[in-house]
C-alpha cells in the first residue's frame, strides 16, 4: 500500500444521524466545503439513483454522477468526467465501492470529498484508503480523506444486517491491529504513533463495551463513530497500521486461498478473535468472543463456512501477504501443527466463554 495521504487529518463536520441524505443541503451550504453550489454527486446504481432524487432539491444545480464496480477503470473514468468543468467538492452518497470510487477521482484531481454514508460495513467512511478492483485483483490506494462525513442511520437501519455486521468486526479488529502495533513497537522498536493508536482504540472500546443491538440508534451511532475514528487514525500517523494486523493478514489470506468465503468484516473479526487468543490475552479474548457472539459474527471457522483445516492454511499463509508487517503471526510463527494445536485450544476456550 503506498504511503496515505495525511493533508488533512480530521474532518470539518461529522453527522450521524437519521434524514441526514434530505438535509445535505444544509451541509454543502456550508462554505468552506463550497462556496457557489459548484458540487458533484456521486451515487451507485438502483438505490443510489432513487437517493439523489430524495435530495435534489436540496442540491441546487449539483451535477449527479452515477458509478458501478467499484473498479480502478470506473474510479478514473469518473475523475475524466470531474476536470470537464470546476467543481468545488465530490460529494459520494452510498455504500463502500461507491465512496471508495469517490474518494480516489476526487484525490486524483485535488478535489475535496464529502462522504455520505447509506451503510456502515467498513472503515472507508473516512479512511485515507480505497478499495478498488482491477484486472489482476484489489488494490488500496492511498487517498485524501473527506473533508466531512455524514451517516444516515435511516439508510443504514433499512439495509441488510450483514452489512453492519461486517462494520462491527472491522471497527473491533482495531484492537488486535493496535496490539500488533505495540508488539512490534516493543520487539523491534517500530516507531508508534500515539494519537493514532488512541484514537483507534478508543473507538473500538466504546463499540465492545456497549450493550445495544444493532437496531438501536445508540449502538449504530457508536459504531459509525468507531469506524470514522479508526479512518482518521490512519490519517494521523499516515499508515494503517492502527487499524490493520494479523486480523487483516489472515483475512487477505482467506481471500486468497478461498475467495468469496465471507465479507472483509467477518474475516477480519475472526481473524482478530484468533490473533487475540495467540496473544494470550484471554480476558480481551473473551470479551471480544461475546461482542462478535452477540452481533450474530462468527467466532468459528466452520461458521465462516472453513473447515479447521483450511482455516490453519489460512493463518500459515497470512504473514506472505504482508511481508513488511510484524504481528503476534509472525512473533511466534508458528507452524501448521502448531496452529493445529492452538486452534483446537481456541476452540475449548470458546466453550468456556460462550458455552
Known amino acids: 500500500m503506498p504511503l496515505l495521504a495525511r493533508t488533512v487529518t480530521t474532518p470539518l463536520s461529522i453527522e450521524v444521524r437519521r434524514g441526514a441524505v434530505t438535509d445535505l443541503g444544509a451541509l454543502l451550504a456550508d462554505r468552506r466545503i463550497s462556496g457557489g453550489g459548484d458540487v458533484a454527486v456521486v451515487v451507485g446504481p438502483g438505490q443510489g439513483e432513487k437517493i439523489a432524487e430524495m435530495c435534489r432539491p436540496s442540491l441546487g444545480s449539483a451535477d449527479i454522477f452515477t458509478v458501478s464496480g467499484g ?3 470506473s474510479a478514473n473514468e469518473l475523475g475524466d468526467q470531474l476536470r470537464r468543468r470546476h467543481y468545488d ?7 463502500g465501492k461507491t465512496i471508495d470510487t469517490a474518494k480516489y477521482a476526487a484525490t486524483r484531481y485535488a478535489l475535496p470529498m464529502v462522504t455520505v454514508a447509506t451503510s456502515l460495513a467498513n472503515d472507508g467512511i473516512a479512511s485515507p ?3 478498488l478492483s482491477h484486472e489482476g485483483g484489489k488494490g488500496s490506494y492511498g487517498v485524501h480523506i473527506p473533508i466531512a462525513v455524514l451517516v444516515d442511520l435511516d439508510f443504514v437501519e433499512n439495509g441488510p444486517d450483514r452489512q453492519t455486521q461486517a462494520g462491527i468486526g472491522d471497527a473491533v479488529s482495531n484492537l488486535s491491529a493496535c496490539a500488533d502495533w505495540e508488539l512490534a513497537h516493543q520487539v523491534r522498536d517500530e516507531p508508534i504513533d500515539g494519537l493514532a493508536l488512541t484514537l483507534a482504540r478508543t473507538g473500538a472500546e466504546a463499540l465492545v463495551n456497549h450493550p445495544g443491538k444493532i437496531t438501536d440508534d445508540a449502538f449504530l451511532t457508536t459504531l459509525a463513530e468507531a469506524l470514522i475514528l479508526g479512518g482518521i487514525s490512519m490519517s494521523v ?19 486468497h486461498l478461498y475467495p468469496g468465503t465471507g465479507s472483509h468484516g467477518e474475516q477480519v473479526g475472526l481473524g482478530a478473535l484468533f490473533c487475540t487468543f495467540l496473544r494470550g490475552d484471554l480476558e480481551r479474548f473473551g470479551q471480544l468472543a461475546r461482542c462478535l457472539h452477540r452481533h450474530g459474527l462468527s467466532t468459528r471457522p466452520s461458521e465462516l463456512g472453513l473447515t479447521d483445516e483450511q482455516f490453519v492454511e489460512a493463518v ?6 504482508r511481508p513488511d508487517r510484524y504481528t503476534i503471526l509472525e512473533h511466534l510463527a508458528l507452524s501448521a501443527d502448531d496452529l493445529r494445536t492452538r486452534l483446537g485450544d481456541y476452540v475449548d476456550a470458546l466453550r468456556e466463554h460462550l458455552g
Open 316 to 321: 500459515a499463509f497470512a504473514p506472505r501477504t
Open 129 to 131: 484508503v480505497a478499495s
Open 237 to 255: 500517523c499516515g499508515s494503517s497500521r492502527p487499524a490493520s494486523g494479523g486480523d487483516h493478514e489472515i483475512s487477505h489470506a482467506i481471500d
Open 71 to 73: 473498479t480502478v477503470d
Open 89 to 95: 467538492a465530490v460529494v459520494g452518497i452510498g455504500g
